[in-house]
């Protein structure tokens, strides 16, 4: 990529972005499932904190304790 003309590098910027904002939204599914799995009820202002999360290690935390939880604040309360 040292080499590369400026609009390719910018392509190319762009398109990382976009596989890490759809790799972000899949991992939110994944705790939204597990909460659902386990028979967790969501507050509509908890499902958009969750979805508007930009944090990817916050993120990943979630995912990591969301089948350990009974509640969302359990998560919300940890970071």
């Known amino acids: ?9 910018e392509a190319h910027a762009a398109g990382r972005e976009t596989v ?10 994944a705790v939204l499932a597990f ?4 028979g967790v009820r969501l507050s509509d202002e908890e499902r958009a904190r969750f979805a508007s ?3 990817d290690a916050l993120i990943e935390s979630w995912l990591f304790r969301a ?3 009974s509640s ?3 998560l919300f309360t940890a970071e």
């Not at 990529?1 to 590098?9: G, H, I």
């Not at 890490?20 to 599914?29: D, G, P, Y």
């Not at 909460?35 to 386990?38: A, E, I, P, Q």
């Open 72 to 74: 969302a604040s359990e």
């Open 35 to 38: 909460l659902d799995g386990n």
């Open 53 to 55: 999360c930009t944090d």
């Open 20 to 29: 890490r904002v759809e790799t972000r939204a899949r991992l939110v599914r």
């Open 1 to 9: 990529m040292r080499n590369m003309p400026l609009e390719r590098a």
């Open 67 to 69: 089948p350990f939880v």
